[in-house]
């Protein structure tokens, strides 16, 4: 039993009146929220959702104090649910982890059996956090190209926010399905770093933001994977290939979508919305294998750069103005 026992955590708390205020404290067990499964977290993440949460957006963290975190890795502590036990390597990612309930930016989390994976033995924890969310949002996007007919030899596809989390990660799997990809970004210097992630191309953001109105654009692109939203992926739309499909995974550019539906009736273009959270969990589940098998990604550790529990902070106002390149891991003990 937990007793006494405290564990240490990213506490967000607001004081009265209304700031806002990230610290490592200790937490006693008994405030986790109900779960089947409680959780020794090794390895988290920071995703752009986690700033939001350590922020304060009400938007994500629904109330304060909160511990932000969507990713967590490490092992059973203890388990109500038969399909767990003590000492089990487990994964976490999504659902309502750090943001509807405490998530993974802490030494212990306790949630329900539903959400838990086994990770596969060729994959470490600290791997599955460079994954994490980003790197399931990446699969699907993946999966949603191929299911639309997106093959290799259709042309090539195009990625946006492409040194972020998720684009870095899509960058990298489509190159290595053999697919040819172009990735967007708007920092001229990384153009090196991701030509060697696999890049064929790299373009700046203006060549994928179309201001006119109009309904099409000449046909470029077989598919997209776009974690930007707005006018971009309006422009996308408007400029891919009969039959091609554009994956939308992100609101940062706006969640406005200002184009017609010439797109979708005169070029047959798929317009394919990915969740990540809400994802069946047996989709999931295959995904952690593909990662771990046929998608299998050479040298992920070099997508990735570290932070402790009481420096994570420090990496809050950088991911939420866009100076992080890649996945930043998170080692909570």
């Known amino acids: 039993m937990a007793g006494n026992e405290t564990f240490r955590c990213y506490y967000v708390t607001k004081d009265a009146q209304g700031n806002v205020r990230g610290d490592v404290t200790s937490r006693p067990i008994a405030e986790l929220p109900p779960g089947d499964v409680r959780i020794r977290v090794r390895w988290s993440s920071l995703n752009y959702k986690d700033a939001l949460a350590a922020t304060g957006h009400p938007g994500v963290a629904k109330t304060l104090p909160h511990v932000p975190g969507i990713d967590a890795a490490g092992e059973v502590i203890e388990s109500n649910s038969p399909q767990f036990r003590a000492g089990q390597s487990v994964i976490v990612t999504?659902?309502?982890?750090?943001?509807?309930?405490?998530?993974?930016?802490?030494?212990?989390?306790?949630?329900?059996?539903?959400?838990?994976?086994?990770?596969?033995?060729?994959?470490?924890?600290?791997?599955?956090?460079?994954?994490?969310?980003?790197?399931?949002?990446?699969?699907?996007?993946?999966?949603?190209?191929?299911?639309?007919?997106?093959?290799?030899?259709?042309?090539?596809?195009?990625?946006?926010?492409?040194?972020?989390?998720?684009?870095?990660?899509?960058?990298?799997?489509?190159?290595?399905?053999?697919?040819?990809?172009?990735?967007?970004?708007?920092?001229?210097?990384?153009?090196?770093?991701?030509?060697?992630?696999?890049?064929?191309?790299?373009?700046?953001?203006?060549?994928?933001?179309?201001?006119?109105?109009?309904?099409?654009?000449?046909?470029?692109?077989?598919?997209?994977?776009?974690?930007?939203?707005?006018?971009?992926?309006?422009?996308?739309?408007?400029?891919t290939q009969v039959g091609g499909c554009v994956a939308a995974m992100g609101l940062v550019g706006g969640a406005d979508l200002p184009l017609t539906v010439y797109p979708f009736i005169l070029r047959g273009v798929t317009l394919a919305g990915i969740t990540s959270s809400w994802s069946p969990h047996a989709v999931r589940q295959q995904l952690w294998q593909d990662f771990a098998g046929k998608w299998k990604l050479e040298g992920l550790g070099d997508l990735a750069q570290e932070a402790d529990l009481a420096h994570v902070g420090e990496f809050v106002p950088r991911i939420l103005t866009g100076q992080i390149t890649g996945r930043v891991v998170v080692r909570i003990s």
Do not use: N
């Open 94 to 239: 999504g659902y309502e982890l750090g943001a509807g309930q405490w998530g993974g930016w802490a030494e212990q989390i306790r949630v329900p059996a539903e959400w838990v994976f086994l990770p596969p033995e060729s994959l470490s924890a600290r791997e599955a956090m460079i994954l994490g969310t980003a790197g399931i949002t990446a699969g699907l996007s993946v999966q949603a190209l191929e299911r639309q007919g997106v093959t290799t030899d259709k042309g090539e596809v195009v990625v946006t926010g492409a040194t972020g989390g998720v684009g870095s990660l899509a960058v990298k799997l489509l190159a290595k399905l053999g697919y040819r990809v172009v990735a967007v970004s708007g920092k001229k210097d990384k153009e090196p770093w991701l030509r060697a992630l696999g890049a064929a191309r790299v373009i700046g953001r203006e060549e994928v933001s179309d201001s006119t109105d109009r309904p099409l654009l000449k046909a470029v692109w077989a598919g997209a994977a776009d974690t930007v939203g707005g006018k971009t992926l309006a422009t996308l739309l408007r400029s």
